[in-house]
């Protein structure tokens, strides 16, 4: 299941990015499973992390190679995170990155590994390596649509943004894949996401944006609360285009903004394939205090089983809701002062349910595919948003029925 | 579904302590949903309550009937929270106390109300009123099984521990039930549990230790996260063995040991009639340098839906709990140091997969109801032992098909 409609968009190709994917049989024969990312040799690039402290061996190295320098190639694959997987996992990721180095005439670290998939089984490496030269074969500027469905796992469908904006009259071209459907509560970053653009953007600014923007957009995603050992997000920007785009340049806000929608919609798509999802439901809290408290109220509807169940039945069932609201651990909420709302709907003030109050309107919120539950603190100034799915019976059958 | 035997125990019954149980068609005509409890003059009465900010109307009064004095009767419903219901809901707490205290010859304030059920509904008090003198009338010393009845909810099965002891030379009994099967993670007392004893204990003392004893065993059980607005444990001592305890005394510790060995057991009993569960697990983080890291590592692993799903497929997953050990927040963890065990077989050591760890050692403590997961963290001396449930497919039908 999966909520909304599942089209790709037609990628605008970045000029220095090219994609090829291979099919390596690293968990299911024939499906594609290795992705490899070429950047030209004038590209930032900048990345973000999954704070989990078991993070996998592909995430140790590939941070360590980013530090390094000017990395090349990102190289990913599915079917195995490589993740607690000790000596061995490192050594692993480290001979994948060599092999790819050796076929393209780079250095081991201007490789930066990912890998995604079931935890704490050894990687196939020599599958991989067996794959590595059709995937540089395939690398193409149009070879975006194949990664997206390269780097899947219980996903779906594959996930893609595209846009282009006019900076100064001069046209630049952002374009991104991510994936993810289970184990998502990014923590820094999400599951794997790359997003690539043809402006020219100086490192240290590019990782400065990226962090900023992936806290407003992939860290405000929640399906099951389980933060991953290998999320990754990665931004390239090539220069191709010769657009250079700085922080006080007047167009930096413009494109600041284009990178955040192309990752709101890349997270966002994470959220709408969640595992076993029927609802797309968004939790706003407004009138927090500071940001902290408003992400613990929104967390704690968010990851509500109750919450969660009751909207995979669209059922109105608001008490959970209140519930949520006064266990999320904000001391001396003003119970009075505070109001619900489903979609435009008042359902929760003056400590109980509103007075106007139907069980028809209610309905008729619930049984839409995107939900807005809003929560009016009435305390302070500070909103914050974040996007989650139901729990549904598919989710715990996805989750028990097989090993992911 | 739930885990393990479904027997009550034989009672014994507390001496100044009556219970009397009647149906008022709350909810399902003709069930037990009504219960009084009636406490002998001496008794003393401690209480611990849900800390969730939205507590139900029955929760604030009764806080405030304790605070107030000598308690004589407690008043229980189900099949009707009476949460967020505001001003009315108040109103309707009260008239439940008054329409009991006439009956019985009794001040209002010396009722304490309780009521447990939907949230978020208008109390039917005219039913309630009309079964009080039923259950009035019913009152008795050995009215354990019905009572153990009368309070449940979604749970399949009545709940109950019991326990005599000598304390030098002269026999003391202690006797309680509890309900509650969702919206399961007490802070500060789980849904509704009463604990009667004939030991002659002070209020203080009485208070201060089931504020202790609540801590190590209704605060430590979780089923799927939610704090309910309602949890409310009542601990009575009637004095009516003449036996007194106090601390300092050389029998107080054998005291405590017993009552806590009775709510350990009914907080226990809610657990294995966790909404749809299919097993056991107790959690116990060792090696932690305070409570709080162990609980974060031990609630970590209790609340991730991944691992919960593991669980009701019987699946030895590890991956996912080593996934959840890293993202419970605990800065600086040594991955080194740190082991997880299944049961007795180490499953994770060095960073990853325990090397001699074989998949038939973790399927065969999965295949058991009762299940230990056990995180070394290597750190200090602390240890704390949560207990939860598996998630299933009946968890999710449970919840999703009925409003509750």
Redesign the interface.
Known sequence: MAVGPATLPTFEPISGFRLGTASAGIKTPGRLDLVVMELSETASVAGVFT?????AAPVTLSKKHLAAGQPRYLLTNTGN?N???????MADASGCCAKLAELVGMKPEQVLPFSTG???EKLPVERIYAALPAAVEALSENGWEDAASGILTTDTRPKGASCSLELNGQAVCISGISKGA??I?P?MATMLAYVATDAKVEQADLQALLSEVAERTFNRVTI??????NDSCMLVATGASGVACAPGHPEWDQFAEAVESVLRELAQAIVRDGEGATKFVSIEVNGALDSAEALKVAYAIA????VK??L??S?P????I???????G?EQ?D?EALKIFLGDVCI?E????AADYTEEQGQAVMNQEDILIRVELARGEVSETVWTTD???D???I???Y?S
């Open positions: 704070r989990n402290a078991f993070c995170a993740a607690g997987t000790g000596a061995e996992g079931v935890i704490g289970g184990m509560r923590n099951d609360g389980d933060t991953s050992t990851h509500s089983p109750l169940t009751a995979f039945a059922d069932n608001w008490g959970r209140l519930a949520a609201v006064g266990y999320a904000v909420l119970l929760v003056n400590g109980g349910r729990l549904s019976k989710y715990v059958t989750n028990a029925d090993r």
